[in-house]
């Protein structure tokens, strides 16, 4: 059933990443969902598997885009990777509080970008880049994942898929 | 060290990932970005943006179509697209008007050759947050090749880096990876403009040239991709100083990416 649900995860990320959230999009900031689905995931389960899927992630990102190959991978492994162990200490996953740590995660990420695209390509609007981009892209996708807890929090699905993987994993 | 090791074994298999990762970003900046996988990864989201456009854009129009007639839509369309060539063709003409004033003397007008274009729909933006592209739902079926320049009549969009039989994906002017030939519309100072994600900048501009705000930046044609005097960017900021040759030079493009809908392939 994992298997499966990850195989639809990788095939439909991409598509909705960039064609469903698109009537979403303020000044063109639109939110990660991207990112918010790795949260959960990372919440969820242990850290290789968050990781890997992050990594994974970013690598189809970054194959299914213009960027480095393995840029993305490797920030999206890292958000995998530390939302996993910090879901061993939240101890209510539906609280609204996460939507203020993948905001934090998200503006990390895109920091963590435009340092390394600073490092590569040199001379990058580092200022506008964080405060233009991906500060607002990091509150909207906070904002989604509030969103989408108060959605299904009712329904019991979170705690329904929580955490075979993390108790193997520890 | 065995002993840790394998203690420690999940953990420093992450950690040779992240690892192999770095290094492989570090491969493609010495030698260009891998193309490893490409049209596979495209083609399977390709085929899904469309279901996913096409579901939106139809609940969109249904909406559309009770409020409106039909065939005022459908009319409505039609004369968007040809306000849209109109537009286009209007501002070639205006680039050709200052180059026949500035050449007056020799009597040898040009004629531009009409713009042969696809008119393509966006199905898709902006995947990575590293990177700046779009999809669109033309592809080599239609006639569309790699390295075409993607315009609409407000001006440059960008160039068109992958081609699948029903779609392409195109590089943005703002993309890293993208650079391309312009030079000042007021003075015909040439530069090469780079994509900087949120904008443009403009790279070694002599600290002499004369740049300023608001100058608008048109394709010099050098580059042999776009066609020559089609509006890209704005000047919005220049930066001298005095301990370097170079200016620095930001621009922002005149295309507002954010709000594009369709876009023109002009075909070489």
């Given at each position: ?170 | ?117 696809v008119?393509a ?15 669109i739902n033309k592809g080599?079926?239609n006639?569309i ?23 392409s ?96 392939v002009?075909?070489?």
């Amino acid at each position: 059933m994992k298997f499966g649900f990850y195989v639809i995860f990788f095939l439909l990320i991409i598509p909705f990443q960039a064609s469903l959230l698109n009537p979403l999009s303020i000044a063109g900031i639109k939110p990660d969902l991207a990112l918010t689905l790795l949260y959960f995931i990372g919440l969820l389960t242990g850290p290789l598997e968050a990781a890997l899927v992050g990594m994974s992630m970013g690598l189809l990102l970054d194959i299914g885009s213009a960027s480095l190959i393995g840029l993305t991978g490797f920030t999206r492994g890292l958000v995998g990777l530390s939302a996993s162990l910090l879901g061993r200490k939240v101890l209510d996953i539906t609280s609204p509080s996460n939507g203020i740590f993948l905001a934090v995660f998200s503006l990390a990420e895109g920091i963590c970008i435009t340092l390394f695209l600073q490092l590569f390509y040199g001379d990058l609007p580092i200022f506008s880049l964080v405060v233009g981009r991906f500060l607002p892209q990091a509150l909207y996708t906070g904002l989604l994942c509030v969103v989408l807890l108060r959605f299904i929090a009712g329904k019991n699905v979170l705690s329904a898929l929580k955490r075979p993987a993390m108790q193997e994993e520890l | 060290m065995p002993g840790l090791i394998a203690k420690h074994k999940k953990g420093f298999f992450i950690l040779f990932l992240f690892i192999l990762l770095f290094w492989l970003v570090t491969v493609q900046v010495k030698n260009g970005r891998f193309s490893f996988m490409e049209k596979p990864v495209l083609a399977v989201a390709g085929f899904f943006e469309r279901i996913v456009t096409g579901t939106v854009n139809s609940v969109a129009s249904i909406g559309n179509r009770y409020v409106f007639l039909m065939r005022t839509v459908r009319e409505n369309e039609r004369l968007k697209e040809e306000v849209d060539r109109l537009r286009l063709e209007n501002a070639v003409m205006n680039e050709l008007l200052t180059e026949n004033e500035r050449l007056r003397d020799t009597l040898n007008f040009r004629r531009l050759n009409p713009l042969s274009s696809v008119v393509a729909q966006v199905i898709g933006k902006e995947m990575s947050p590293t990177s700046s592209t779009i999809t669109i739902n033309k592809g080599s079926s239609n006639g569309i090749e790699k390295d075409m320049a993607v315009i609409t009549p407000s001006g440059v969009v960008g160039r068109v880096q992958t081609v699948l039989p029903a779609l392409s994906k195109v590089l943005l002017l703002t993309d890293p990876g993208s650079t391309l030939a312009v030079r000042v519309q007021r003075n015909r100072e040439e530069g090469l403009l780079e994509g900087k994600l949120v904008n443009c900048a403009l790279k070694y501009v002599s600290y002499y040239a004369d740049m300023q705000q608001g100058d608008l930046l048109v394709t010099s044609g050098l580059d042999g991709i776009y066609p020559k005097g089609l509006p890209v960017a704005t000047i919005v900021r220049v930066t001298k100083r005095e301990a370097s040759a170079f200016q620095t030079v930001v621009a922002e493009p005149v295309v507002r990416f954010a709000r594009l809908e369709e876009v023109l392939v002009y075909k070489k």
